[in-house]
C-alpha cells in the first residue's frame, strides 16, 4: 500500500472502464489535479519511494511488472504504481513539474492500467471520419497525431491522441474514446497553419502542445480501417493491404507497450484471442510515407484507401 | 555477459561497408548477402528499439534524459542476445561520453569490444555533406564543433554526441574500459586483406584466409554500389542520391576550398597526424 495521502474516487459503473469523461482528482499536499483518461478508484500520492516488487516476472532497473502490479520509476519525474488495473500511486521526485507527471501518467502508466484492466491498448491516434472510426498506428516520430488533426480539419471527429483502446466482443470491435488530448509539435502547428494561442506545453523543456480539442467523439465506434503508418527513404507512397499471419503480426507489433506484456502472460494469453477476432473483421493497411512529406499529401493518401 | 561489440565510427568512414563484409563473413555464403542483412541491425541510437525497450516515447524525454536510460537499453538487449547465445554487432556514432548520472553509454560490463573506423576528416567533410544533403560548409563547421550532436529531434533516432572529429576519436581511444581496435578507411580499400583480417583476429572470431578474401569480395564497395542501385537501401536519407557515393581516397580536393582544408588541418593536426593523415614534415599525405 502506498503512504501518504488519499483520494478515493468512485464512480458507480456498470463496467470498471472508460466512460466518456475524465477522471479529475485534486492534490493538496503536491498542489496538483491529476487528469486521467479514464475513471479509476483511485488516484493516490506518496511521499516515499515504493519498494520494489517481489520477483516480479519482467524486471528492468526503471521497471518492474506483474500480472497485477507495476512499477515505473522515471527520472527526475515521478516513480508510478500500478495495481489491479484500478489503483495508481505516484511518488513526485523532487523539483519535478506536474506537466511532466501528467504527461507520463496519460502515456506509459495509462497504457499500464489498460493492459491490467485487458483492454486492448493500441499504439495510435483514433478519429472518426464520413462516420467510420478511423485508427492510425504506428511508431512514436511517424506523424499519426499530425495527421489525425489534418483530418479533423477536414471533416474528421477526433477520438483519441496516441493511445486507442478497442473493445472486442463478439463480432464488434469498437474504438473506446479516452479523451487524450491531441499533442502537436510547434512546426507541425505551423504546418497546419493553428495559431498556438498559448496552447499548453507537454513538458515545460519540450516544444510539443496540448492542442484543445473543438469537438470530439464520446461514444464507442466501430473500427472500420486499421492503418498502420511507416516511413521510407522513397519519394512515394506505398499502401498494402495486410492479410493473414502477417496481418496478424503487424496488429500485435501496435500494441502500445507490448514490452510489459513479457510480465503478464495471463494478459497476453487474452489479447491472443482478442487479436485474431480482430485480424478476422478489421480492414488493415499498411502505409509507408517519405520522410519529408507534406502532411495533407499524407492525409490524401490515407483518405485514397479509406475511400478504397 | 559480455556479448555486444561497437562499430564506432564518425559518420561516413567506413562503418557500413564494414557491417556488410563482417555479414559476410559470418554467414559465408557462395552469394553475396544483400544490404537488407545489415537493415535488420540498426544503429544503437535506433529511437524504435529505445520506446520497446524502455517503454517510453524518446521525443518526450530531452536528450539528456534519453541518456539516462541508454546504459540500461543495452544492458537489457545484452541479455536478449545471451538467450540466443550470440554476439551482437551494433553500429554506433556517439562519441565515448557519460550520462548526467557519470555512466557511460556504454556500459563495459556487457561489451566484448570496440572497433572504431577513422577516416581523414578532410574526405568525411564531403562525404558527409553529400549524405545529408547539405552545403559542405555545414559539414565543414561541424567537424570543428565540440558540441556538434547528430539527431535526436522529434522524430528518426535518438541524439548522438559527435563532437569535433578529433574529440570523437579521443574520447573512444582514451576510454580504458573497453578493448578497441582502430581501422583506417584507407587501409580497409588499400590493404583489404590484412586490414579486415586484423579485425576478425581482434573479435576472437575463427581467422579462415580463404572466407576473409570471399567476403571481401563479396562486399565490393562497386557490388554494394549496384545493390543499391537495383534494390535501395534504407539508411540513405531521402534526398541523397546514394548511400554508396564513392568510397575514394582524396575526394575532398575536388570540393573543398584551400581556406576549409587548412581550417580543418589546424583543428584537427595532432589527430591527423596521429592516423597518418599528416607526415613528418606536416603535409597532407593524401
Given at each position: 500500500?502506498c503512504?501518504?495521502?488519499?483520494?478515493?474516487?468512485?464512480?458507480?459503473?456498470?463496467?470498471?472502464?472508460?466512460?466518456?469523461?475524465?477522471?479529475h482528482?485534486?492534490?493538496?499536499?503536491?498542489?496538483?489535479?491529476?487528469?486521467?483518461?479514464?475513471?479509476?478508484?483511485?488516484?493516490?500520492?506518496?511521499?516515499?519511494?515504493?519498494?520494489?516488487?517481489?520477483?516480479p516476472?519482467?524486471?528492468?532497473?526503471?521497471?518492474?511488472v506483474?500480472?497485477?502490479?507495476?512499477?515505473?520509476?522515471?527520472?527526475?519525474?515521478?516513480?508510478?504504481?500500478?495495481?489491479?488495473?484500478?489503483?495508481?500511486?505516484?511518488?513526485?521526485?523532487?523539483?519535478?513539474?506536474?506537466?511532466?507527471?501528467?504527461?507520463?501518467?496519460n502515456?506509459?502508466?495509462?497504457?499500464?492500467?489498460?493492459?491490467?484492466?485487458?483492454?486492448?491498448?493500441?499504439?495510435?491516434?483514433?478519429?472518426?471520419?464520413?462516420?467510420?472510426?478511423i485508427?492510425?498506428?504506428?511508431?512514436?516520430?511517424?506523424?499519426?497525431?499530425?495527421?489525425?488533426?489534418?483530418?479533423?480539419?477536414?471533416?474528421?471527429?477526433?477520438?483519441?491522441?496516441?493511445?486507442?483502446?478497442?473493445?472486442?466482443?463478439?463480432?464488434?470491435?469498437?474504438?473506446?474514446?479516452?479523451?487524450?488530448?491531441?499533442?502537436?509539435?510547434?512546426?507541425?502547428?505551423?504546418?497546419?497553419?493553428?495559431e498556438?494561442?498559448?496552447?499548453?506545453?507537454?513538458?515545460?523543456?519540450?516544444?510539443?502542445?496540448?492542442?484543445?480539442?473543438?469537438?470530439?467523439?464520446?461514444?464507442?465506434?466501430?473500427?472500420?480501417?486499421?492503418?498502420?503508418?511507416?516511413?521510407?527513404?522513397?519519394?512515394?507512397?506505398?499502401?498494402?493491404?495486410?492479410?493473414?499471419?502477417?496481418?496478424?503480426?503487424?496488429?500485435?507489433?501496435?500494441?502500445?507497450?507490448?514490452?510489459?506484456?513479457?510480465?503478464?502472460?495471463?494478459?497476453?494469453?487474452?489479447?491472443?484471442?482478442?487479436?485474431?477476432?480482430?485480424?478476422?473483421?478489421?480492414?488493415?493497411?499498411?502505409?509507408?510515407?517519405?520522410?519529408?512529406?507534406?502532411?495533407?499529401?499524407?492525409?490524401?493518401?490515407?483518405?485514397?484507401?479509406?475511400?478504397? | 555477459?559480455?556479448?555486444?561489440?561497437?562499430?564506432?565510427?564518425?559518420?561516413?568512414?567506413?562503418?557500413?561497408?564494414?557491417?556488410?563484409?563482417?555479414?559476410?563473413?559470418?554467414?559465408?555464403?557462395?552469394?553475396?548477402?544483400?544490404?537488407?542483412?545489415?537493415?535488420?541491425?540498426?544503429?544503437?541510437?535506433?529511437?524504435?528499439?529505445?520506446?520497446?525497450?524502455?517503454?517510453?516515447?524518446?521525443?518526450?524525454?530531452?536528450?539528456?534524459?534519453?541518456?539516462?536510460?541508454?546504459?540500461?537499453?543495452?544492458?537489457?538487449?545484452?541479455?536478449?542476445?545471451?538467450?540466443e547465445?550470440?554476439?551482437?554487432?551494433?553500429?554506433?556514432?556517439?562519441?565515448?561520453?557519460?550520462?548526467?548520472?557519470?555512466?557511460?553509454?556504454?556500459?563495459?560490463?556487457?561489451?566484448?569490444?570496440?572497433?572504431?573506423?577513422?577516416?581523414?576528416?578532410?574526405?568525411?567533410?564531403?562525404?558527409f555533406a553529400?549524405?545529408?544533403?547539405?552545403?559542405?560548409?555545414?559539414?565543414?563547421?561541424?567537424?570543428?564543433?565540440?558540441?556538434?550532436?547528430?539527431?535526436?529531434?522529434?522524430?528518426?533516432?535518438?541524439?548522438?554526441?559527435?563532437?569535433?572529429?578529433?574529440?570523437?576519436?579521443?574520447?573512444?581511444?582514451?576510454?580504458?574500459?573497453?578493448?578497441?581496435?582502430?581501422?583506417?578507411?584507407?587501409?580497409?580499400?588499400?590493404?583489404?586483406?590484412?586490414?579486415?583480417?586484423?579485425?576478425?583476429?581482434?573479435?576472437?572470431l575463427?581467422?579462415?584466409?580463404?572466407?576473409?578474401?570471399?567476403?571481401?569480395?563479396?562486399?565490393?564497395?562497386?557490388?554494394?554500389?549496384?545493390?543499391?542501385?537495383?534494390?535501395?537501401?534504407?539508411?540513405?536519407?531521402?534526398?541523397?542520391?546514394?548511400?554508396?557515393?564513392?568510397?575514394?581516397?582524396?575526394?575532398?580536393?575536388?570540393?573543398?576550398?584551400?581556406?576549409?582544408?587548412?581550417?580543418?588541418?589546424?583543428?584537427?593536426?595532432?589527430?591527423?597526424?596521429e592516423?597518418?593523415?599528416?607526415?613528418?614534415?606536416?603535409?597532407?599525405?593524401?
Amino acid at each position: 500500500m502506498c503512504k501518504g495521502f488519499y483520494w478515493q474516487i468512485w464512480f458507480p459503473l456498470e463496467e470498471s472502464f472508460a466512460q466518456s469523461y475524465n477522471f479529475h482528482s485534486y492534490h493538496q499536499t503536491y498542489n496538483m489535479m491529476t487528469d486521467f483518461p479514464i475513471v479509476m478508484k483511485g488516484i493516490e500520492f506518496s511521499p516515499d519511494e515504493f519498494e520494489p516488487l517481489p520477483n516480479p516476472r519482467l524486471s528492468f532497473p526503471h521497471l518492474q511488472v506483474d500480472e497485477r502490479d507495476f512499477i515505473m520509476n522515471i527520472n527526475h519525474v515521478a516513480s508510478f504504481r500500478v495495481r489491479d488495473g484500478n489503483h495508481v500511486c505516484i511518488h513526485p521526485h523532487e523539483n519535478a513539474d506536474s506537466a511532466s507527471i501528467q504527461l507520463f501518467l496519460n502515456g506509459s502508466i495509462l497504457g499500464a492500467v489498460l493492459h491490467q484492466q485487458r483492454i486492448l491498448p493500441f499504439h495510435g491516434c483514433a478519429f472518426e471520419y464520413n462516420g467510420k472510426g478511423i485508427l492510425i498506428c504506428g511508431h512514436s516520430g511517424t506523424g499519426k497525431s499530425s495527421i489525425t488533426a489534418a483530418f479533423c480539419q477536414n471533416g474528421g471527429r477526433f477520438i483519441n491522441d496516441d493511445i486507442t483502446p478497442v473493445r472486442i466482443k463478439g463480432q464488434g470491435t469498437n474504438i473506446i474514446p479516452i479523451k487524450t488530448k491531441i499533442k502537436l509539435w510547434d512546426d507541425t502547428l505551423l504546418k497546419l497553419k493553428i495559431e498556438n494561442e498559448n496552447f499548453e506545453k507537454i513538458r515545460p523543456t519540450i516544444n510539443k502542445f496540448y492542442l484543445p480539442a473543438r469537438e470530439s467523439s464520446s461514444a464507442e465506434l466501430h473500427l472500420y480501417h486499421l492503418i498502420i503508418l511507416g516511413k521510407h527513404n522513397k519519394d512515394g507512397f506505398e499502401g498494402n493491404k495486410l492479410n493473414g499471419m502477417v496481418k496478424y503480426n503487424a496488429l500485435r507489433n501496435q500494441i502500445y507497450r507490448k514490452m510489459y506484456l513479457k510480465g503478464m502472460p495471463e494478459t497476453e494469453k487474452t489479447y491472443f484471442k482478442q487479436l485474431f477476432k480482430l485480424a478476422s473483421t478489421v480492414r488493415v493497411t499498411q502505409i509507408l510515407r517519405p520522410d519529408i512529406c507534406d502532411i495533407y499529401e499524407t492525409m490524401n493518401c490515407i483518405k485514397k484507401e479509406i475511400d478504397r | 555477459m559480455k556479448n555486444i561489440v561497437w562499430l564506432v565510427s564518425y559518420p561516413k568512414s567506413g562503418n557500413t561497408w564494414f557491417r556488410m563484409f563482417l555479414s559476410n563473413y559470418l554467414k559465408n555464403t557462395a552469394e553475396p548477402v544483400s544490404l537488407e542483412e545489415i537493415e535488420s541491425t540498426p544503429i544503437a541510437s535506433n529511437a524504435v528499439d529505445f520506446e520497446e525497450v524502455i517503454g517510453l516515447n524518446p521525443f518526450e524525454l530531452t536528450a539528456e534524459e534519453v541518456d539516462f536510460y541508454r546504459p540500461n537499453m543495452y544492458r537489457i538487449l545484452s541479455q536478449k542476445v545471451e538467450m540466443e547465445g550470440e554476439t551482437s554487432y551494433k553500429k554506433t556514432h556517439d562519441a565515448y561520453t557519460l550520462n548526467a548520472k557519470d555512466e557511460p553509454l556504454f556500459p563495459e560490463e556487457i561489451t566484448r569490444g570496440a572497433v572504431y573506423f577513422v577516416r581523414n576528416p578532410l574526405d568525411v567533410c564531403v562525404s558527409f555533406a553529400n549524405h545529408s544533403t547539405k552545403e559542405i560548409q555545414n559539414t565543414f563547421t561541424l567537424l570543428l564543433n565540440e558540441k556538434a550532436s547528430l539527431a535526436g529531434n522529434k522524430s528518426g533516432q535518438l541524439r548522438q554526441m559527435l563532437m569535433s572529429w578529433k574529440s570523437h576519436v579521443q574520447s573512444w581511444r582514451e576510454q580504458t574500459l573497453i578493448p578497441i581496435h582502430m581501422v583506417r578507411y584507407e587501409d580497409m580499400l588499400q590493404s583489404p586483406i590484412a586490414t579486415f583480417g586484423s579485425v576478425i583476429t581482434f573479435l576472437g572470431l575463427e581467422y579462415d584466409k580463404a572466407r576473409l578474401e570471399k567476403a571481401i569480395i563479396n562486399s565490393d564497395f562497386k557490388l554494394l554500389q549496384q545493390m543499391e542501385q537495383k534494390n535501395g537501401f534504407n539508411e540513405k536519407m531521402q534526398k541523397c542520391k546514394n548511400f554508396f557515393w564513392k568510397g575514394t581516397i582524396g575526394t575532398y580536393r575536388e570540393y573543398l576550398s584551400e581556406e576549409q582544408v587548412k581550417r580543418i588541418v589546424d583543428y584537427n593536426y595532432d589527430a591527423m597526424k596521429e592516423f597518418g593523415y599528416i607526415d613528418e614534415q606536416g603535409m597532407l599525405t593524401v
